[in-house]
DNA sequence: TCGCTCTAGTTAGAACCTATAACCAGTAGC
DNA sequence: GCTACTGGTTATAGGTTCTAACTAGAGCGA
């Protein structure tokens, strides 16, 4: 063979970065990303401190490992769902069973940005990713009202859509699909609708659906 | 005459704690909000660290106030524009402006969510505020749609509205009008249309006017 | 006007944090 | 078996929040 796989340092190296992931994500479901200490995710695991430097090279550097897993995590739960047959109100509760099970996570990609961080390269590939999957499950549903303004603006600026051959009524439906579950979705997961007991989902399912009614 | 008004302490002291938020929001602004520093801030004032201590209990307290003002401030925005004769689309522009004008603060009630943090009791008071023009917005335009499940839920969860009597789907309309701004302007804030370089302002335009032609 | 009190500031210091430097033991590979 | 590299250590610098103890001075009543 020409490739030996993995050393058995490489091995262990991966499985220490897969821990000290595992508790970083623990801290910041405790108490959000400004909490995550270095130094205590060492201590749990019985190292000290500077230890960690071997494997991050420093806090941004494991938060950028983790808000990449995050885009990987959420892109392959999209694929699953469609690939599993799901409509758009289908994708849409796969993503918010998917954000409620670790808020913080996905507050991590959609949550408030860090002036001046750029999410690196490849989160941006993923997150094409997910934006393809649900270009290609609202054209699924044939568009058959006449372009609105904003369809007219998009099919100047479809770029993004990385060459994907949709009519931009198409485009607009997946742009408001993201927005629109973003927007219930983020608001639920922060807790705005703490005082009023009604359920998210059900607007989630209403704002899905008159996308393909309008 | 009852009462002698503030005495000059008062009046320094509110100068001072005025003073020192301002510098908290250029901090905010720059580097967002776990990057504010006490320490930092005292020292651009000419006073030595925990001198802040005098004005502001602790950090938590500082955000606090931060974020009262927050609230403070979008509601007056939202109240001016309505009471200005503003209709949606004309409300949406006023709070995507207000937003714009400086996203960390927007961030500041509508992002990240702290796990553990609630906000103070006045805060969701001006939430309440917010959403009555809101409601008094959308019911300007008369509802003509049959009632949709949603609806249906929310006449028995209309507690939040305090009391307004207005019919379920003026609710749901206020509610929409509400996450679907959230969505596409937190999107737009966070940088995430950054690639796809279309007017998000169009976007918004054709989401509030959808709420209102369904 | 004297004197008390309260306020706004000071410095010192404890307990954290990130991150670097210097060192050391043990493993992998030639 | 020797060498080089890896993963750990401790020490340390400099940052943070926040408390404690103290001081200078302003305001106010007798």
Redesign the pocket.
């Known amino acids: 063979m020409t490739d030996a796989g993995p050393?058995?340092?490489?091995r262990?190296?991966a499985q220490?970065r897969a821990e000290i992931k595992q508790h970083a994500w623990e801290q910041i479901a405790e108490a959000g990303v400004p909490a995550?200490?270095?130094?205590?995710i060492?201590?749990k695991l019985?190292?000290?401190?500077?230890?960690l430097?071997?494997?991050f090279?420093?806090?941004?550097?494991?938060v950028t490992a983790l808000i990449r897993d995050a885009y990987r995590s959420v892109a392959d739960t999209v694929r699953a769902a469609y690939d599993g047959g799901a409509d758009l109100a289908g994708l849409a509760h796969a993503i918010r069973d998917w954000a409620r099970e670790d808020p913080q996570r996905y507050f991590l990609i959609y949550g408030t940005p860090v002036p001046g961080y750029h999410a690196p390269e490849d989160t941006t590939a993923i997150s094409h990713e997910v934006m393809a999957v649900l270009i290609e499950a609202c054209g699924a549903r044939p568009a058959e009202a006449a372009p609105t303004p904003f369809d007219t603006h998009l099919e100047d600026h479809r770029e993004w859509a990385g060459g994907h051959p949709a009519p931009a009524a198409v485009l607009h439906r997946a742009l408001a699909f993201w927005t629109r579950l973003h927007g219930v979705l983020s608001l639920e997961l922060a807790g705005h609708f703490a005082g009023m007991r009604f359920d998210a989902g059900l607007l989630i399912d209403e704002e899905v659906a008159a996308l393909t009614a309008g």
Chains 1, 2 share one sequence.
């Open positions: 050393t058995s340092r490489e262990y190296r220490v995550l200490s270095l130094n205590a060492a201590k019985g190292m000290s401190g500077p230890a430097y071997r494997y090279a420093n806090r941004d550097d494991l």
